[in-house]
């Protein structure tokens, strides 16, 4: 037993030498700028996370095509958290202080997010997050180029509810933190138009729920009481095939009921027979079936690069995208990769999109973006069927949550703060000094 | 005289000759100046605004001639466009990456284009649904009695005294029951929006007892509105009748939902109920043996592209071989070395599953794969208005029946069965009687791993195939099989659908997450008091 620890420290030793000095002779031949990549490339997140990483490769190996960063290369530094929420926190202490990284691009669900918060705030790094989120959240070191609520939820519900006529609501969710909030925002926002308490059923499911038989079928009678009915869906990603084929199967069509998800995108049709999905809906910031010339661009680039030209292309990346661009800008702005500088600098700076417009940061961390309604079609794109006339900024703090509808954030001097109450003039939560 | 025959005979000829090119020029000159109505139309649709394309919508629908029903039926399919610089209307189909245009008013050809020189005339679904709703008007006259039924249901969603008095018309003529029944129900619903009370009392007591949706909507809007006491008791008898009708068939609903959720969830577990019911292996890596099935049948529609119906049936015994042959392997490489070692089979199988998962991974990608339901599985077998049974639910409680009833009859009848379970019974006893136990542990794995691939297919109708299909259900394979008894495949039966049920009868009033909690914790105080399961084994087979 003891010769065999021996043995495996000598081995750990051997490899972490071996690393040292591998990377040791890259840092001697060229001085680079590292971008740490942290998205989990195995475990159950994987089916989502690991395309982050490859269009992050695609960004960083365009870039330096452009001559890099300050006149530097950039060098990707990619480590796997496996889907483990702790081992987030871990993974970008390593990329922080072990990799000295720049920033970080990473995470996908909130949970880890939530874990690796108090290590990027801690050692003041730059986190920028692609995902669509439930907000009520704000730091100083994060940056959110996924949508908040309002950039998602709130505008699909006002489609129905003025385009389709929608009376009655069916909020359907996974049983996590994101369904949750984004449903009691929606819930108060709902009430708030006046729509009465009986017009609408919440129900919640436990992760990969695989027999929707009873739901749907109280979704049915929900819906046969003469209002026009339809479904807001945060279910989570794997539970939504046997959710759609049991619609499908029940006979209720996209035009009885229709259904608008928010974690359904291109890359989860594709695993998808997309038979029984024809005409629900999607909202996002992006499409893959946009008409812009950057997007056209942007798809080329992405088929070369990972030379399969049947790769989609969905929303988070187009995140990674904008968020990517505007930390370079930034840098470069600031003339320096200094954390604290390039805080300051970020904000502000607007950036091509992806739908043949521009996003900004602003203030509070949150970028703006346009809202695309989308009608699933059977080759698993999206017909963009609506969307809002101009751009909506990120709102932080949800107007419609009786807990955070005085709480703004502004990160510009003199106010500094994440969590500020304009009722109290008190900045508390995260990060405050 | 010859000569003269002959002149005009020729001249005859060449009136005839002018006039049928003269048709010839007219045909499609006719088909272009089409009716104004329709052009106008036609001119509304290139757009982009949803408003305009509905008025379009009513103007064919008013207009109804052939080509208006077909430019109807194409925009439902997504087939009209316009081309970008001309705002001709065409209508498209899709030839690989390019579309095969015709002109939409006269069918003439106008090639193959790029998608970005036309423009489709935007429709959602509400448009679709009033596209729908308008084709279904044309279809009242349809030799076909299912068109027929279908226009008047679709009439049925939204009846009206108008569309009553339409069908009051047509009903004396109508030869199908089924119609004529349909347009009986529009009718009285027609009546009581009217305002005669002698026509809403006929009304009300057509409806009493009918259980189709719109009949309790109306009669519930009639109860809001109506003043008259004798008229309103009416109604509320009316409305209770139904309302306890409905009552008894979502409890019939309910045991249906229960036992098809019982028999996935014996599927799942029926071979485990071998493995580790009648072996005494603890093998973690079930759930990845259903999930290889599943596997199985994707790699096999890949195979059959243009077969998906028969597609399904080939991948049953594919998946039992396949997942079987895995099973042989495993237990072979590894489990032969660990019998009567439960902790390290389980943490041999726990590693096996994880392998497996991955490998699935790097050969498939982490990415879900899809599975195609054949046509002949999808859809519902309508009962009445208030009660129907999906037919993949209905078809995967017969399989289940079916793979336990062919089990049984292995273990029971054959010769292997009768190995397997001396082996299990006294293993030196039934090796002094000459049977190879090596070879019958062997056997009796793959037969319960082929099964967990068999469950593959089924569960490749229901859910996701991805490399996370397979721990979806061990632990509930497990509950299943020691809930129903260890070494017994009644007890799995019985214990798979009694969970499904109860569980289906708990979420209606407790939601998914917590039905699922208490039936945990029922089963938990369930093996406190009866640790053998539901169907303990007795007498000596027990000890072993």
């Known amino acids: ?433 | 005289m010859a000569a003269a025959l002959r002149h005009s005979l020729l001249s005859a000829f060449a009136a005839l000759l002018i006039v049928t090119s003269s048709i010839v020029q007219i045909l499609p000159a006719r088909a272009s100046d089409a009716s104004p109505a329709l052009q106008e139309a036609t001119g509304q649709l290139v757009t982009k605004d949803y408003a305009q394309v509905s008025q379009a919508i009513d103007q064919l629908a008013s207009e109804g001639s052939d080509r208006a029903k077909l430019i109807l039926e194409s925009l439902l399919e997504r087939k009209v466009f316009y081309i970008k610089k001309d705002k001709q209307l065409v209508l498209a189909e899709k030839v690989e990456r390019e579309y095969k245009i015709r002109d939409a008013l006269t069918d003439e050809e106008l090639g193959i284009v790029k998608k970005r020189k036309l423009k489709k005339v935007p429709v959602n679904n509400k448009l679709r649904r009033e596209i729908r709703a308008v084709l279904a008007t044309m279809d009242l006259k349809n030799p076909d009695a299912d068109a027929r039924l279908a226009a008047v249901n679709q009439m049925l969603d939204r009846p009206d005294a108008a569309s009553a008095e339409l069908l009051e018309g047509m009903l004396e003529e109508e030869p199908d029951s089924r119609v004529a029944e349909a347009m009986g129900i529009v009718i009285a619903l027609g009546k009581l929006t009217s305002g005669d009370q002698q026509q809403r009392e006929e009304a009300v007591e057509l409806l009493d007892g009918n259980t189709h949706p719109a009949v309790r909507n109306g009669l519930n809007a009639l109860l809001q509105q109506s003043d008259d006491a004798t008229l309103k008791a009416d109604i509320e008898r009316a409305l209770n009748n139904i309302d306890a009708k409905l009552q008894i068939y979502s409890v019939l609903e309910n045991i249906f939902f229960g036992l098809s959720l019982g028999s996935v969830l014996v599927l799942a577990a029926i071979g485990l109920a071998i493995t580790f019911g009648v072996m005494g292996v603890i093998n973690m890596a079930h759930g990845e043996l259903i999930m290889i099935g599943a596997y199985t049948t994707y790699v096999i529609q890949l195979l059959m592209p243009n077969h998906i119906g028969v597609s399904v049936i080939v991948a049953i015994p594919a998946a039992f071989i396949v997942s079987g042959l895995v099973g042989i392997v495993i237990e072979r490489g590894v489990i032969r070395y660990l019998y009567g070692r439960p902790l390290e089979t389980l943490l041999a199988t726990f590693g096996i599953s994880l392998i497996l998962q991955q490998t699935v991974r790097s050969i498939f990608s982490p990415l879900n794969r899809s599975v195609e339901t054949p046509s002949w599985m999808s859809g519902v077998w309508e009962i009445n208005s208030a009660l129907s049974l999906t037919l993949n639910r209905l078809y995967i409680i017969i399989f289940c029946l079916l793979v336990f009833a062919a089990l049984f009859m292995i273990l029971k009848k054959t010769a292997l069965g009768l190995q397997v379970r001396a082996v299990s019974q006294n293993r030196a006893m039934a090796r002094a009687m000459g049977v190879r136990s090596e070879r019958v542990d062997a056997l009796t794995f793959g037969l319960g791993s082929g099964i967990a691939g068999v469950a593959g297919v089924a569960l490749s109708q229901l859910t996701n195939v991805g490399p996370n299909l397979g721990q979806a259900y061990i632990i509930d394979s497990f509950m299943v099989v020691v809930f129903g008894g260890v070494g017994n495949l009644w007890g799995t039966l019985v214990s798979g659908m009694t969970l499904g049920v109860a569980n289906k009868f708990l979420e209606p009033w407790a939601g998914a997450v917590l039905a699922k909690i208490l039936v945990l914790i029922f089963i938990i105080l369930f093996i406190q008091k009866k640790p053998r399961g539901l169907f303990p084994q007795k007498g000596r087979a027990a000890e072993g």
């Open chain 1, 1 to 433: 037993m003891d010769s065999y620890k021996t043995k495996l420290k000598l081995t750990a030793a051997g490899v972490m030498a071996a690393l040292t000095l591998s990377s040791a002779s890259i840092a001697q031949a060229e001085e680079t700028i590292k971008v740490g990549i942290l998205h989990s490339l195995s475990g159950t997140m994987a089916i989502s996370e690991t395309t982050l990483k490859d269009t992050m490769l695609m960004l960083i190996e365009e870039q330096n095509k452009k001559g890099g960063v300050l006149g530097k290369k950039l060098e990707a530094v990619v480590v796997d958290p496996a889907s483990n929420w702790p081992l987030f926190a871990e993974k970008a202490r390593e990329l922080l202080s072990k990799h000295e990284v720049a920033a970080i691009f990473g995470n996908w669900t909130s949970v880890s997010r939530k874990s690796v918060l108090p290590v990027v705030e801690e050692l003041n790094g730059l986190l920028f997050y692609p995902v669509q989120y439930e907000a009520e959240e704000s730091s100083k070191n994060v940056f959110y180029t996924g949508a908040a609520p309002n950039q998602q939820a709130i505008p699909a519900v006002d489609y129905l509810m003025n385009e389709i006529g929608v009376k009655r609501w069916v909020l359907a969710g996974t049983d996590y933190v994101y369904p949750r909030t984004t449903n009691k925002i929606l819930e108060a926002y709902l009430k708030a138009k006046g729509v009465p308490e009986k017009d609408i059923m919440i129900n919640y499911t436990p992760f990969g729920h695989s027999d929707w038989q009873s739901i749907v079928s109280d979704i049915k009678k929900f819906g046969s009481a003469g209002k026009k009915t339809a479904v807001v869906s945060t279910i989570n990603g794997d539970a939504n095939v046997p959710f759609y084929k049991e619609l499908g199967n029940q006979g209720i069509s996209a035009e009885d009921i229709p259904v608008v998800a928010f974690s359904v995108g291109e890359e989860e049709l594709s695993g998808i027979d997309t038979k029984p999905l024809v005409g629900h809906l999607a909202a996002w910031n992006y499409f893959m079936s946009v008409d812009a010339d950057e997007n056209e661009e942007f798809i080329e680039a992405w088929h070369k690069f990972i030379k399969d030209k049947k790769r989609v292309t969905n929303d988070p990346m187009e995140a990674h995208y904008i968020g990517f661009n505007m930390w370079v800008k930034a840098v470069e702005k600031a003339g320096t990769t200094d954390s604290d500088a390039v805080q300051e600098a970020i904000i502000g700076v607007a950036v091509p999109n992806l739908t043949g417009g521009f996003s900004a940061m602003m203030p509070n961390h949150h970028i703006t973006k346009p809202v695309l309604i989308g009608e699933i079609q059977d080759d698993g794109q999206f017909d963009v069927v609506w969307e809002t006339s101009g751009l909506v900024a990120g709102d932080a703090w949800s107007d419609f949550l009786p807990g955070s509808k005085d709480i703004i954030s502004d990160w510009r001097a003199p106010l500094s703060c994440g969590n500020y109450n304009v009722k109290t003039f008190k900045c508390s939560g995260q990060n405050y000094e």
